[in-house]
């Protein structure tokens, strides 16, 4: 797209749009929780929608001229029942901290025992981390990784049982394999424990059906919706059966507790955008490309670790996995896979051994390059890539002091490296074959 709108307006914004096009044109990016959105879906975002006011919900707006607005609303939240296999879904949460935080004004006092998995072992910062509100108005209990990488559910269950939560979160930012979901759920209830299931990075995988659902085993499902189910920002609060026979009338606890609650008005342009992203989930081509999301993520994982390169747990059952780069040498690995070419993030490797700012680990992803069209050999060609990067950076030490400095003055040296700009050059020619689609099917 030109902009030319934008350009007769504001050539300056213009053009810096047209740049960041054209960076993800030729930067293919591995971060687990980016991908693309087809062009039907950022033109809803792009409509007259967001010029509407809609307080409340269909049938009960707080603005007159929303007809056709209850209309967009409720198609988005049947096509999310019928996806995901839920009596009720809330699409008004403007993102997935938010709908989380729904969630526990909806189910908890402050001060309240809440348990999640920990934030370095791959939980999200909504769950309880420290740096959180979360963390911060509630009592918080942290489950964790086994010394292998896998989760720690015996000790888990223990912490249910002694500490008796009132909420539960079960769900991962960052682990590799699949999420034991079902494994919660009779303790949590014992224990009159709600369980929310945050399944933002999986959920395009849940809907098609290539990793287990969380639906008969969670009382509550939250999950953003542009991540593996490639659709705009936004977010989507479900109900489950079991939720509904748990605590009768949580449904409109939770949507009362949102508005008027903890929001305004919802965004209409971005609920007509999920409803969009959900019909094309909804297609058969979708399963696909989730099954293809998986399939490289293995190829990846197993080609870094034919190359010699250390991966948590030997490999991964999903979208993402974790590769070592030694203590606090994340960032470093993150510099040196940028200038060439490729964007993965500085991430905590299981039982990390440094801190959240310079963690040990770089995570990688493949539901953005499996958007474009690659497969299992163009998996191999950039784990290539990713191994020379980490080659050309292997004796560089992260200082105890200086950090900050230090790492300025890494990225410099980097720029002007001749061989990073090489591998740089392979993978923009190697995105020349698969560019952006703005058609999913």
Request: charged share 20%.
């Amino acid at each position: 797209m030109d902009y030319q709108e934008i350009f007769d307006q504001d050539q300056s914004l213009q053009q810096l749009i047209v740049a960041e096009e054209l960076r993800q044109a030729r930067k293919p990016t591995l971060i687990p929780s980016e991908n693309h959105a087809s062009k039907a879906v950022r033109s809803a975002l792009a409509s007259r929608l967001g010029d509407k006011y809609s307080e409340g919900y269909p049938g009960a707006r707080f603005y007159p001229g929303n007809d056709i607005i209850d209309i967009i609303e409720a198609i988005a939240v049947e096509r999310a029942v019928k996806l995901f296999g839920v009596p009720h879904a809330n699409v008004q949460a403007h993102s997935g901290s938010p709908a989380n935080r729904v969630i526990y004004d909806t189910v908890c006092k402050p001060g309240d025992t809440i348990m999640g998995l920990g934030l370095p072992d791959g939980g999200h910062l909504t769950h309880g981390a420290d740096a959180s509100i979360t963390g911060k108005h509630y009592k918080v209990v942290r489950y964790g990784l086994r010394p292998d990488g896998y989760l720690d559910v015996e000790k888990a269950l223990g912490l249910i049982e002694k500490e008796k939560p009132v909420l539960i979160w079960v769900g991962a930012t960052a682990y590799p394999r699949l999420f034991p979901f079902n494994a919660f759920i009779d303790a949590a209830e014992r224990n009159n424990c709600i369980v929310a299931a945050d399944v933002s990075h999986i959920a395009g995988l849940i809907a098609a059906e290539v990793h287990p659902s969380p639906v008969p085993h969670a009382h509550i499902v939250t999950t953003t919706t542009h991540k593996t189910l490639r659709g705009p920002r936004g977010a989507i609060i479900m109900t489950t059966e079991r939720g509904l026979a748990f605590r009768p009338g949580l449904d409109k606890l939770i949507d009362r507790t949102l508005f008027p609650g903890s929001q305004g008005g919802p965004h209409d342009n971005v609920t007509a955008a999920i409803a969009i992203a959900l019909g094309e989930a909804a297609h058969p081509s979708f399963k696909e490309y989730a099954t293809a999301i998986i399939e490289n993520a293995e190829a990846l994982a197993s080609t870094l670790m034919a190359r010699g390169l250390t991966i948590a747990t030997n490999g991964t059952d999903n979208h993402l996995m974790l590769l070592y780069c030694g203590k606090g040498r994340g960032i470093i690995v993150q510099s040196a896979l940028q200038q060439a070419g490729l964007l993965g993030n500085k991430n905590a490797f299981p039982n990390e051994q440094s801190t959240a700012f310079y963690p040990s680990s770089v995570r990688l992803g493949t539901p953005a390059v499996t958007t474009r069209g690659m497969m299992p050999p163009q998996m191999v060609q950039i784990a290539g890539v990713i191994a020379e990067a980490m080659e050309l950076v292997a004796d560089e030490v992260l200082p105890e002091k200086g950090r900050p400095a230090y790492v300025r003055d890494l990225q410099q040296r980097l720029a002007s490296n001749n061989k990073l700009g090489e591998l740089a050059a392979f993978i923009e020619h190697l995105c020349s074959y698969f560019p952006i689609p703005d058609r999913h099917f």
